[in-house]
Structure formats: structure tokens, C-alpha cells
């Protein structure tokens, strides 16, 4: 499987921007994709999942309330609209597919998901 992400690119703070990813196959109903980010000297970390199944989200503390995960069954695909955006948003931001494993409140671990996109950049500046 592999996972095209874009939209990414520079913003003022509290400005918008929305995220992409589009996988080469059928998103299983078992599973369900999600958004994490990287910043520069960081761990990456859980931004928001969503079950391909019913479409429950989950979200990072960090950015409940800016951040919306959704998706479209028909283009397989993974959006995160971001707005209010600030400075500390800045980081690469991948997309991550997980199969086989159900997406709930607990998987926010990378070692959760078995396939991850190219990541794109996203700069927020003051």
C-alpha cells in the first residue's frame, strides 16, 4: 500500500491549512488511517485517527478543537483541515494506515499502523 499525502506548505499563525492522503488501494473497514507529526528534534507524535468503519475520530489534546479528521470511502482518502494554526504546529505531518488493527482512544502508537506516507511539511510562523 502506498500513501500520497500533500498540503502541506508555510501559513501564518491562525491561519488554515488542509492536509491529503490519498492511499493506492481500498482503506479496509477492519482498520483505519490517522495523522501524526514530527518536529524538528522531536519524537513523532499522534495528531488525530479515524475508523474507516462508522468514522469515530480521535484527536491529541494538542489540538482539539483546531483539527478535523475526515475521510472519503470512494477516493480512499484522509484529510486533516487545520485551523487557528500555531507555531508550535510546525513539524512534518505523515499519514498512517493501519490494515488489521481497529482504530480506538488507545492507538496512538506508531507501532500501530503498518504503513505510513512521505510526510509533508508544515510551517506556521509568528
Known amino acids: 500500500v502506498q500513501l500520497q499525502a500533500s498540503g502541506g506548505g508555510l501559513v501564518q499563525a491562525g491561519g488554515s491549512l488542509r492536509l491529503s492522503c490519498a492511499a493506492s488501494?481500498?482503506?479496509?473497514?477492519?482498520?483505519?488511517m490517522a495523522w501524526f507529526r514530527q518536529a524538528p528534534g522531536k519524537e513523532r507524535e499522534f495528531v488525530a485517527a479515524?475508523?474507516?468503519?462508522?468514522?469515530?475520530?480521535y484527536y491529541a489534546d494538542s489540538v482539539k478543537g483546531r483539527f478535523t479528521i475526515s475521510k472519503d470511502n470512494a477516493k480512499n482518502t484522509v484529510y486533516l483541515q487545520m485551523n487557528s494554526l500555531k507555531p508550535e504546529d510546525t513539524a512534518v505531518y505523515y499519514c498512517?494506515?493501519?490494515?488489521?488493527?481497529?482504530?480506538?482512544?488507545?492507538?496512538?502508537?506508531?507501532?500501530?499502523?503498518?504503513?505510513w506516507g512521505q510526510g509533508t511539511l508544515v510551517t506556521v510562523s509568528s
Open positions: 498512517a494506515y493501519s490494515r488489521t488493527r481497529p482504530i480506538t482512544s488507545n492507538t496512538q502508537s506508531v507501532f500501530a499502523y503498518e504503513y
Open positions: 479515524i475508523r474507516w468503519s462508522g468514522g469515530t475520530t
Open positions: 488501494e481500498r482503506i479496509s473497514s477492519n482498520g483505519g
